[in-house]
């Protein structure tokens, strides 16, 4: 019998995110969004023989049907648990850079999804919880049950991009506490009714999610961190859901394809700014219609992908240990103390 973990989430664009990657033998690549490992599989077929992959996820669950699904690669996969906001510490933890792509498929898998008991969706009544990871403090209900009005209402507007945010925001507090999936799902509907096909808690879910998970910041330094670790022509390739995240790979990779950024109309550069990756598709890549029709989750997903196209060998080629300490030091990217160090599972036997 089929293990129901490993198989049910299908992997989106996975033929567009292969020749994105530019997969090679012998390549080294990165995962940063682990899930039940399909990606992770098929870059490993791909980069046979002689390739390696890290993968992380910050979700101990996700980790575990990943790791029964690349059983059979025992030699060339490392597994974290971590969240990828600590990217560039665990690659250089493994000692596993320069890299030849790096892969980033947001949000959930359907593991998550269907799984009872993480409070990720309505479908099903759950504890409000919604922590990718449970070493996280924050859960969604500490949030319902003890923002003021406005902050709440200003997670739902900037995260949900819900209108009606300050008309939940009230009913929330009226009600509080909200410990469940349905009581916050239901109460939404009574506030602010229903209007077509889309639930109307759809927006606040994800809002929260965002917000427990602190995606959108996290999103942004782990591009950062990506790019660093690239070699000349290694790729990087993002798989987005929504279009807050969507804005955000856009205008980074954007912004990185560029020369000058000095505001417009200064008359000499001062920015001194020099691209540093070259755009691989000027329009979005979605799913095609067969995808559409095989998997209806994979339907607002879109991808964009980046070659690095300058060689960053100053910054790491040496493997000596003082100069990986000095740069492990120096920068911005280090574990962040509210988040537990990994635990990596290792196939090889
Ligand atoms: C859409 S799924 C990936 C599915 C995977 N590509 C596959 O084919 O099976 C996204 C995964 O990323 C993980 N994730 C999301 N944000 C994360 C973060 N900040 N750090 C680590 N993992 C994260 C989630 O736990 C989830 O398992």
């Known amino acids: 019998m089929k293990n129901r973990s490993t198989s049910s989430h299908k992997p ?52 575990e049907a990943a790791r029964e699904r690349l059983q059979g690669f025992k030699e060339s996969a490392l597994l974290v648990n971590d969240n990828f906001v600590n990217l ?6 493994h000692k596993f850079y320069p890299v030849h792509g790096v892969l980033l498929d947001l949000g959930l898998s359907s593991l998550q999804l269907n799984s009872d008991g993480r409070g990720f969706s309505f479908q ?28 709440l209402a ?15 925001a009230r009913s929330i507090i009226k ?11 239901e109460l939404i509907e009574k506030t602010i009714g229903r209007h077509g096909k889309i639930h109307p808690a759809t927006k606040t879910f994800q809002a929260l999610r965002i917000a427990v998970n602190h995606e959108l910041e996290y999103l942004e330094s782990v591009l950062k961190q990506s790019i660093e670790l690239l070699g000349y022509g290694g790729r990087l390739v993002v798989i987005s859901y929504h279009s807050l995240e ?41 799913p095609t219609e067969t995808e559409l029709k ?17 060689s960053q060998s100053d910054s790491y080629s040496t493997t000596k240990d003082h100069k990986f300490i000095t740069i492990a030091k120096s920068n911005s990217w280090l574990r962040p103390a509210i988040l537990q160090k990994s635990k990596v599972f290792i196939l090889a036997a």
Do not use: W
């Open 246 to 286: 969507d804005r955000i790979v856009k205008q980074f990779m954007q912004q990185e394809a560029r020369g000058c950024i000095c505001p417009p109309r200064t008359p000499v550069c001062i920015c001194g700014h020099t691209p540093r990756l070259k755009l691989l598709n000027r329009k979005v890549i979605t």
């Open 88 to 93: 560039k510490m665990i690659c250089f933890e």
């Open 294 to 310: 095989n998997n209806p989750r994979s339907r607002s997903a879109k991808l964009r992908a980046v070659e690095c196209i300058i």
């Open 175 to 185: 009600e509080r506490p909200i410990n469940s999936t349905l009581q916050l799902a």
């Open 154 to 168: 200003q997670i739902i507007r900037a995260y949900g991009e819900e209108s009606q945010s300050y008309r939940i």
């Open 12 to 63: 989106v664009l996975l033929q567009e995110s292969l020749k994105a990657l530019a997969i090679e033998p012998g390549g080294r690549y990165v995962d940063c969004t682990l899930g039940g490992g399909g990606h992770a599989a098929a870059i490993l077929e791909q980069s046979s023989p002689g390739g390696q992959l890290l993968g992380i996820d910050a979700n101990p669950s996700a980790l």
């Open 124 to 151: 099903h009544d759950a504890p409000l919880d919604m922590r990718f990871s449970p070493s996280q403090k924050v859960s969604a209900a500490d949030i319902v049950n003890t923002s003021s009005e406005t902050k």
